[in-house]
């Protein structure tokens, strides 16, 4: 019998995720592997999440939500953004997800079709060029070329070598950690609406800057689609929660298209994430770690070798330049998981052009791993 196979499964792999399927076989093989290499928090999510999911599995009627999600959660993030941001986002313009994979799947195929312009930034997160790609939009990678985010004039430069339909940024960036200041975002933004381009802005990372208060791309222009999720500041990355804030246009054709998709998010997860928003004090404290991991990185990693390519501002990643050491990320990173049992992410997951020179080490792990794998590159590195 003749097998299908589609072109659309011919995307680059996520590396990431192969770097840690290896790290899993060496590790049930008894290695010690510290894993820098998925943006994980090593957290579980707080008692009080893991408390109402509990309450609701005792309670046992688990089943089908709306499409655009449970009227309590979608209540709670629109509480969400009037508390932590000052702005009014309306409840019917939110929509909870299957995890931010999901909101990015939604908003592509809303609001685009098959060979439309897209522009990312490289480095960037590989799903987005990845999902993209299988849905057949043609990806305009902006290389920054040095610059720690994407500026109003890349975008207006790559617009005016061929018109764009839309852009998604993200701020703070993964893999970088970069935050777009206010006023480089609000021209970003602004720029986007003179030149027709349709904005996309990831805020999976916001609750995670070290340095600057968040601001949403909102807060410029209200038809931005804003994507989050309760995987990174929340510690909820397996439970497949996220959401979306689409302009009021958007709505009902991304509900249309997650009925037939998702049909709705896990019941269970919705549940539990209302919590998520009343136990900052917890994930404040978790946070603080990470600001101890990105101080000891920002010491260490320079000292053997490893340069940073943008500022640490957020997330919890640091992306360096390791051509010093290498001219082959993938190879060095197959090697430092072998030799010293410390995973991390190649840079050509971020970076097809120039990932060879690149790696990101996620620090969202315990301070006591980061003491020991700096320490272990020091060896491995002598």
Same mark, same amino acid.
């Given at each position: 019998?003749?097998?299908?196979?589609?072109?659309?499964?011919?995307?680059?792999?996520?590396?990431?995720? @192969?770097?840690? =399927?290896?790290?899993?076989?060496?590790?049930?093989?008894?290695?010690?592997?510290?894993?820098?290499?998925? /943006?994980?928090?090593? +957290?579980?999510?707080? $008692?009080?999440?893991?408390?109402?999911?509990?309450?609701?599995?005792?309670? &046992?009627?688990?089943?089908?939500? @709306?499409?655009?999600?449970?009227? +309590?959660?979608?209540?709670?993030?629109?509480?969400?953004?009037?508390?932590?941001?000052?702005?009014?986002?309306?409840?019917?313009?939110? !929509?909870?997800?299957? &995890?931010?994979?999901?909101?990015?799947?939604?908003?592509?195929? =809303?609001?685009?079709?098959?060979?439309?312009?897209?522009?990312?930034? !490289?480095? /960037?997160?590989?799903?987005?060029?990845?999902?993209? /790609?299988? *849905?057949?939009?043609?990806?305009?990678?902006?290389?920054?070329?040095?610059?720690?985010?994407?500026?109003?004039?890349?975008?207006?430069?790559?617009?005016? $070598?061929?018109?764009?339909?839309?852009? *998604?940024?993200?701020?703070?960036?993964?893999?970088?950690?970069?935050?777009?200041?206010?006023?480089?975002?609000?021209?970003?933004?602004?720029?986007?609406?003179?030149?027709?381009?349709?904005?996309?802005?990831?805020?999976?990372?916001?609750?995670?800057?070290?340095?600057?208060?968040?601001?949403?791309?909102?807060?410029? +222009?209200?038809?931005?689609?804003?994507?989050?999720?309760?995987?990174?500041?929340?510690?909820?990355?397996?439970?497949?929660? &996220?959401?979306?804030?689409?302009?009021?246009?958007?709505?009902?054709?991304?509900?249309?298209?997650? $009925?037939?998709?998702?049909?709705?998010?896990?019941?269970?997860? $919705?549940?539990?994430?209302?919590?998520?928003?009343?136990?900052?004090?917890?994930?404040?404290?978790?946070?603080?770690?990470?600001?101890?991991?990105?101080?000891?990185? =920002?010491?260490?990693?320079?000292?053997? &070798?490893?340069?940073?390519?943008?500022?640490? @501002?957020?997330?919890?990643?640091?992306?360096? +330049?390791?051509?010093?050491?290498?001219?082959?990320?993938?190879?060095?990173?197959?090697?430092?998981?072998?030799?010293?049992?410390?995973?991390?992410?190649?840079?050509?997951?971020?970076?097809?052009?120039? /990932?060879?020179?690149?790696?990101?080490?996620?620090?969202?792990?315990?301070?006591?791993?980061?003491?020991?794998?700096? @320490?272990?590159?020091?060896?491995? *590195?002598?």
């Amino acid at each position: 019998m003749a097998v299908a196979i589609s072109r659309r499964g011919e995307v680059e792999p996520f590396h990431a995720m @192969d770097i840690l =399927a290896e790290a899993n076989r060496l590790r049930a093989l008894g290695a010690p592997v510290i894993s820098m290499a998925v /943006g994980q928090p090593s +957290d579980p999510a707080p $008692q009080r999440v893991r408390d109402a999911a509990a309450a609701a599995l005792k309670l &046992g009627r688990i089943g089908y939500t @709306d499409a655009l999600g449970l009227a +309590d959660l979608r209540k709670a993030i629109s509480a969400h953004y009037a508390d932590h941001y000052r702005i009014d986002v309306p409840v019917s313009r939110i !929509a909870v997800t299957t &995890g931010s994979s999901a909101a990015f799947n939604l908003a592509f195929l =809303a609001m685009f079709d098959a060979g439309d312009r897209v522009a990312i930034a !490289a480095p /960037g997160y590989p799903a987005y060029r990845n999902i993209m /790609g299988a *849905l057949g939009l043609d990806v305009v990678e902006i290389e920054l070329e040095g610059a720690a985010y994407l500026h109003a004039e890349h975008l207006r430069t790559a617009h005016a $070598q061929k018109p764009l339909k839309g852009v *998604l940024f993200a701020s703070p960036a993964n893999p970088t950690g970069a935050v777009v200041p206010a006023g480089d975002l609000k021209a970003l933004v602004d720029t986007a609406r003179e030149l027709g381009i349709a904005v996309i802005s990831d805020e999976i990372y916001h609750r995670l800057a070290y340095g600057a208060p968040d601001v949403t791309a909102l807060t410029y +222009d209200s038809d931005v689609t804003v994507i989050n999720s309760f995987s990174k500041y929340y510690c909820m990355t397996g439970w497949r929660i &996220g959401w979306m804030v689409l302009p009021d246009r958007l709505v009902r054709p991304v509900e249309r298209i997650a $009925q037939s998709l998702y049909i709705s998010a896990p019941e269970l997860s $919705q549940v539990a994430a209302i919590e998520a928003f009343n136990v900052t004090d917890e994930l404040e404290v978790i946070k603080a770690r990470y600001a101890w991991n990105r101080e000891l990185l =920002a010491k260490r990693l320079p000292e053997l &070798g490893f340069s940073f390519a943008a500022p640490m @501002d957020g997330a919890f990643y640091a992306f360096c +330049d390791v051509s010093r050491l290498t001219n082959d990320s993938m190879e060095f990173a197959s090697r430092m998981l072998a030799e010293a049992h410390v995973a991390a992410t190649p840079g050509r997951d971020f970076d097809p052009l120039a /990932g060879h020179r690149f790696m990101r080490f996620s620090y969202a792990g315990s301070h006591d791993d980061m003491i020991e794998s700096m @320490d272990r590159l020091e060896r491995w *590195l002598r």
